[in-house]
């Protein structure tokens, strides 16, 4: 039997195909049979134009239902679909082409007077176009298309998906997905969160990221149900949707906008089941503050590109603010220390994890992959963490946040913690910037609440008296706010790199 990931997804499809699956616009439905013709029709497009299985696609497009077919159409036909951020310029693309050598390029109307030359250079001969609403050369193409598609064979370790890294250390590598990767998570999570028919997801993330793509896209297709699916986030539209839907996905800014909203109410909230939150850490405050306001306990996990959804709070139960919850079915996490033995609880080490769900290593980089797994099997996340007495994960910090000043160890969550208890203050960042005596010197960087006036003395002051002399920052800069990547990640390099400079 066929590994195929569409296979599995097809499985689960509603047995009446008429039903929706994506609500757009104005309410506008496209029915699980016109999600099946569509994808067809484009994977008949590609390989129409030789692409084989095992090709890559490279996909740099706004979002759109289209853009959500072709990469079920890039599954049917076996080929590996590469999502590239919309944002991307021509000489970070340049370098994704190079590296992924993909056969064919999709690409938005307004990048193609750059985007197709740089893809000929490349001898990359197929680029298409598909605009902000699914238009362009690709749409046109696939209209005199067969709606029928005989999907094609893979095997589990066969590639589905390369997904690059936001590369905030040097150039990004290409993580290599597989079709049983993707699949094995896609089942967890449709269990583990409770998804039953009936089931509304709000859809406000972007496609070109695990989130939105291969978590939230990849429950709803599962579930065979259907999907409120947006362009973009809009806080009062959400909340007008809570109404008639059951689920809703977001990064931690997403809920931080809904809060500064007066319509998020417990009556508003009545429909929903489930609030998941992840990307990026979500503060105890704003879980807390949710709470208060709906009723509801925002569900955070933990996952990266490399291995999809690694942990979850319980959705019966315990759900605690400031942890990312329990180690999720078929995935094996462990804390070590620096000579690879198990952390005691309450000891922060590095985690490395272990599963169905974790890549086979990066596209074109041996060397690199013999560095990130251990010798049993294990990759190492570069994440810093501990496990509760219970068994509940809690991140630290990236191990490349890690400060070391005058030979001590300070792990920046552990001071963000302490600034962002402190009145006024909305949230903070602690990074490491050189100094000639420690090596390192605790740079704090924090944004004020709104009308809230804050002096770097009493933000040094309040740290002083709660933490080790060593962890209090040398320096305290008071930001409206913190640069982020699109998933709303905290760009630490960004913030090293500002205050380093010889003014600060």
């Not at 016109?34 to 299985?53: F, Q, T």
């Not at 049917?76 to 000489?91: D, E, H, I, K, T």
């Not at 307004?110 to 050369?137: Q, V, Y």
């Not at 709070?313 to 198990?342: C, I, Y």
Request: charged share 20%; aromatic share 8%.
């Amino acid at each position: 039997m066929t590994a195929n990931l569409y296979t599995l997804f097809e499985s689960r499809f509603p047995s009446d195909r008429s039903r929706p699956f994506l609500w757009v616009g104005g309410g506008n439905a496209v029915s699980y049979a016109e999600a099946e013709a569509e994808s067809a029709r484009l994977a008949h497009v590609l390989a129409g134009h030789g692409l084989r299985p095992g090709d890559r696609v490279a996909v740099q497009v706004e979002k759109s239902p289209r853009a959500l077919f072709l990469y079920l159409a890039c599954l049917r036909a076996g080929l590996v679909y590469l999502p590239l951020n919309s944002a991307y310029q021509q000489g970070e693309v340049g370098y994704f082409l190079d590296n992924a050598e993909p056969r064919a390029v999709v690409g938005q109307p307004k990048a193609m007077s750059w985007l197709e030359p740089l893809a000929l250079e490349r001898g990359i001969t197929n680029c298409f176009s598909m605009d902000e609403h699914g238009e362009g050369s690709l749409a046109l193409a696939a209209r005199s298309a067969p709606g029928h598609f005989a999907t094609v064979e893979r095997s589990p370790d066969d590639l589905a998906a390369i997904l690059y890294t936001s590369g905030t250390t040097g150039r990004s590598k290409g993580a290599m997905i597989s079709h049983r990767n993707l699949a094995s998570n896609a089942s967890v999570l449709h269990a583990h969160w409770g998804f039953k028919p009936g089931d509304v997801l709000i859809h406000m993330l972007p496609l070109f990221h695990v989130h939105g793509l291969f978590v939230a896209c990849h429950c709803v297709l599962m579930n065979g149900s259907a999907m409120r699916f947006h362009a973009k986030f809009d806080a009062a539209r959400a909340i007008a949707e809570f109404a008639t839907s059951s689920v809703f996905m977001g990064v931690p800014t997403f809920y931080t906008r809904l809060l500064a909203e007066p319509s998020l109410t417990p009556n508003a909230c009545a429909s929903m089941r489930l609030f998941v939150s992840g990307s990026a850490p979500l503060l105890a405050e704003t879980h807390r503050e949710f709470s208060a306001r709906t009723g509801h306990r925002i569900l955070e996990r933990y996952g990266m590109t490399e291995t999809g959804m690694l942990t979850s709070n319980p959705l019966e139960g315990d759900r605690r603010p400031g942890t990312v919850g329990l180690p999720l079915p078929g995935t094996q996490v462990r804390v070590v220390d620096e000579s690879g033995q198990a952390c005691a609880a309450g000891d922060i080490g590095s985690i490395q994890v272990k599963g169905d769900n974790v890549l086979s290593g990066y596209w074109r980089m041996p060397e690199k992959n013999k560095e990130e797994f251990t010798s049993d099997g294990y990759f190492k996340t570069g994440d810093m963490g501990m496990f509760s007495p219970d068994g509940y994960l809690s991140i630290v910090g990236r191990s490349k946040d890690l400060i070391i000043t005058g030979g001590y160890n300070v792990y920046p969550k552990e001071v963000e913690l302490v600034i962002d208890e402190m009145p006024g203050v909305m949230e903070s960042a602690v990074v490491g910037v050189p100094h000639r005596d420690f090596g390192e010197a605790v740079t704090a960087v924090v944004v004020p609440k709104t009308g809230t006036k804050l002096a770097e003395a009493e933000v040094i002051a309040w740290v002083k008296g709660r933490l080790a002399n060593f962890k209090v920052p040398k320096r305290a800069h008071i930001v409206p706010d913190l640069p982020r990547n699109a998933m709303g990640k905290v760009q630490k390099n960004v913030l090293r790199d500002r205050f380093s400079a010889p003014d600060h």
